[in-house]
């Protein structure tokens, strides 16, 4: 766990790093915070606290790391970090909503790319959520719903199977 937590606190030095400026008046290329070296730590720092069950702070270092991606403008990057996020607060106790929040930002840059299957696949993965941690089953039944016509749309006839 130190090991993790020193990720988080050189991640976050890495963001709060000043612009060097010439003359106080122009700031120097490669100066300032560092998105792309302080996701990779986040994204170290969820790996070592998912490995030890501490899901809620996985999750929270996962989407930390989506942001810096964000700022780099990689948004498919931080698209799949919001996913693993989503992951993470599943199996968090009480997080399964904000779990549903990050899997509809993923799929709204995955929608953008045309990836529908993916898209599919995250709605499928919202309908369980659905169905069997908060047991709304009109939500369910909606997700699992657009989930078959992503992966109709996709020319994939045998995975609307799977949401019936």
């Known amino acids: 766990m130190d090991e993790a937590e020193k990720a988080l606190k050189e991640a976050e030095r890495l963001l709060n790093t000043r612009p060097s400026s010439f003359l106080g008046f122009f700031s120097m290329p490669g100066s300032g915070p560092d998105y792309h070296e302080a996701a990779e730590k986040y994204t170290i720092a969820g790996n070592l606290f998912k ?25 498919e990057e931080a698209a799949r970090k919001k996913m693993t996020a989503a992951g993470c607060f ?14 509809t930002d993923a799929n709204s840059v995955y929608i ?30 909606d997700y699992y719903g657009k989930a078959a016509e992503r992966y109709l749309a996709e020319n994939s006839p045998a995975y609307p199977f799977y949401c019936n």
């Open 51 to 75: 490995s030890v069950g501490e899901w809620q702070r996985a999750g929270s270092a996962y989407l930390r790391a989506s942001e810096c991606c964000e700022r780099e403008e990689l948004p």
């Open 90 to 103: 599943r199996k968090a106790p009480g997080l399964a909503e904000e779990a549903i929040n990050l899997f």
């Open 112 to 141: 953008r790319s045309g990836r529908f299957a993916m898209v599919g696949a995250n709605e499928k993965e919202m309908a369980d959520i659905c169905e069997r941690d908060l047991h709304d089953l009109e939500r369910a039944a």
